[in-house]
């Protein structure tokens, strides 16, 4: 069976928006429209009109006009393609919005370095390949400030109120899924005892990696007595070597995330790999509990440069490691993990979600419910690309679509038989990317999108016209 990827417009989804009166579900899909042709712009620069941005602002500060209504046709369109498709994965993580200027604005909280905005845990559906099929499930996390600014509120209490939002969000990708089974990864943020044993009696596919500070303590069936997992990883059983591929990163913002995701150059290295069933034992605190039988896979770089951190991993799964092949299709699995780190670049660079100037969260989130299907689609075709650059563009593009790129890409003219990669360096061209400058980025990308769907509203309205 071919890989599922979206193929419809984030616009058209939309169309099946219920707010419960016609004029504003008319509404939205004039503003999809509109959002889909500039999503990186601001609502000045996106609307011609003084009235259609009044009227935009009105829709998006409605009460009657939410998150959960606007995502309701994508998230409903994403659990489609993944009970068609096969090797489906959800990739779960938690990133921050952060909204600029020194005027509080309603609803918002803070987040780390003064700043304000809100937590939105996403869990993205990929196919096979990678292929990204959409957002299945989305949890916002507001928090609040501290009464007392020398006071700020208990850090180990807020992450176990915040870290229920795993298994709900999990539970409700399950439901939508239906029979599928998808496999659930997660990064380290997700390394709770609690979870894992929540998971395993759902029977709830995972790979999870494991969190340095956690200390868990494990034992194999041989052991008398439980060591570190972290320590215990390394002498398990060798299943294979691999040389791979390390990209390069640039690294995130300072502070802690700056520890967690050092910066690095592109290199080639050597894993090794070890597995084992182990059985966890629960932390201090949670003794109540009883011990889990569960999978370690550890991952560890060999013949390290002088000077460069190594790839160390340690990942809990529920799936099986008999062998080399299934030990290495575990930390395959983990490493699709990077397609949601792409999406929330798309998200915050491709659709500008966190420059817009909106006053509320409840508008704010209103525009991530616009922005997601959008983000989605450019996603999907960055990884064909990527993944199979061979793999027909329809796989992506509509016919219409296809037809209108053939029009406008003049600095990067589109074959008779266009490829998945022909497409994005069409539509990059569109948006500005020039070849020297390498593979293309999520602006040239979203810019290209605002002129492929800006033609094709021309050439939509003139087939209507024509058959009138």
């Given at each position: 069976m071919a890989p599922v990827t979206p193929t419809v417009s984030p616009r058209e989804e939309l169309r099946d928006v219920d707010l419960g009166d016609r004029r504003l579900n008319v509404r939205v899909g004039?503003?999809?429209?509109?959002?889909?042709?500039?999503?990186?712009?601001?609502l000045p620069e996106m609307l011609k009109t003084d009235g259609q941005l009044e009227a935009a602002y009105?829709?998006?500060?409605?009460?009657?006009?939410?998150?959960?209504?606007?995502?309701?046709?994508?998230?409903?369109?994403?659990?489609?393609?993944?009970?068609?498709?096969?090797?489906?994965?959800?990739l779960h993580d938690t990133t921050e919005f952060r909204f600029g200027g020194e005027q509080a604005r309603v609803g918002l909280g803070p987040i780390a370095m003064n700043g304000q905005g809100f937590f939105g845990h996403v869990a993205l559906a990929v196919g096979a390949g990678r292929a990204a099929l959409g957002v299945i499930g989305l949890s916002?996390?507001?928090?609040?400030?501290?009464?007392?600014?020398?006071?700020?509120?208990?850090?180990?209490?807020?992450?176990?109120?915040?870290?229920?939002?795993?298994?709900?969000?999990?539970?409700?990708?399950?439901?939508?899924?239906?029979?599928?089974?998808?496999?659930?990864?997660?990064?380290?943020?997700?390394?709770?005892?609690?979870?894992?044993?929540?998971?395993?009696?759902?029977?709830?596919?995972?790979?999870?990696?494991?969190?340095?500070?956690?200390?868990?303590k494990a034992k194999v069936a041989s052991a008398a007595a439980a060591t570190s997992v972290l320590d215990l990883a390394p002498t398990l059983r060798g299943f294979a070597q691999r040389e791979v591929s390390i990209t390069a990163r640039a690294g995130k913002r300072g502070g802690q995330s700056e520890k967690i995701h050092p910066v690095r150059a592109h290199r080639l290295a050597?894993?090794?790999?070890?597995?084992?069933?182990?059985?966890?034992?629960?932390?201090?605190?949670?003794?109540?509990?009883?011990?889990?039988?569960?999978?370690?896979?550890?991952?560890?770089?060999?013949?390290?440069?002088?000077?460069?951190?190594?790839?160390?991993?340690?990942?809990?799964?529920?799936e099986p490691i008999s062998t080399s092949a299934e030990v290495l299709a575990v930390v395959?699995?983990?490493?699709?993990?990077?397609?949601?780190?792409?999406?929330?670049k798309a998200l915050k660079t491709g659709c500008a979600i966190e420059r817009r100037q909106l006053e509320s969260k409840d508008a704010l989130l209103n525009a991530l419910g616009l922005s997601i299907p959008i983000a989605v689609k450019m996603l999907a075709l960055r990884n064909l690309a990527r993944s199979e650059p061979a793999a027909p563009a329809?796989?992506?593009?509509?016919?219409?679509?296809?037809?209108?790129?053939?029009?406008?890409?003049?600095?990067?003219?589109?074959?008779?038989?266009?490829?998945?990669r022909d497409a994005l360096l069409?539509?990059?061209?569109?948006?500005?990317?020039?070849?020297?400058?390498?593979?293309?980025?999520?602006?040239v990308i979203a810019r290209g999108f605002e002129t492929l769907s800006t033609a094709v509203q021309v050439i939509e309205a003139e087939r209507a016209r024509r058959r009138r």
């Open positions: 004039r503003l999809a429209a509109a959002w889909e042709a500039a999503p990186d712009r601001s009105r829709f998006l500060n409605n009460p009657r006009v939410t998150l959960a209504k606007l995502l309701a046709p994508h998230v409903a369109a994403t659990a489609q393609r993944a009970r068609m498709g096969t090797a489906v994965a959800v916002i996390v507001v928090r609040e400030a501290a009464l007392n600014r020398s006071k700020p509120p208990q850090r180990p209490r807020r992450e176990r109120t915040e870290s229920r939002r795993w298994a709900t969000v999990i539970r409700a990708t399950e439901a939508r899924i239906g029979d599928v089974h998808p496999i659930h990864v997660m990064d380290r943020e997700a390394d709770d005892y609690q979870l894992f044993g929540e998971m395993a009696r759902e029977g709830w596919r995972f790979v999870v990696r494991a969190h340095t500070a956690r200390q868990r050597t894993l090794s790999f070890h597995a084992a069933q182990v059985e966890l034992v629960p932390p201090t605190h949670q003794r109540r509990l009883a011990p889990l039988p569960i999978h370690v896979v550890h991952v560890a770089e060999t013949d390290v440069p002088a000077g460069v951190e190594p790839i160390d991993w340690t990942l809990y799964t529920t395959d699995v983990y490493r699709s993990r990077w397609v949601i780190e792409e999406f929330f329809s796989r992506i593009l509509s016919r219409i679509e296809l037809d209108a790129l053939r029009v406008i890409a003049e600095r990067r003219p589109l074959p008779d038989s266009p490829s998945a069409s539509i990059a061209g569109v948006g500005g990317h020039l070849k020297r400058n390498g593979d293309p980025g999520w602006l």
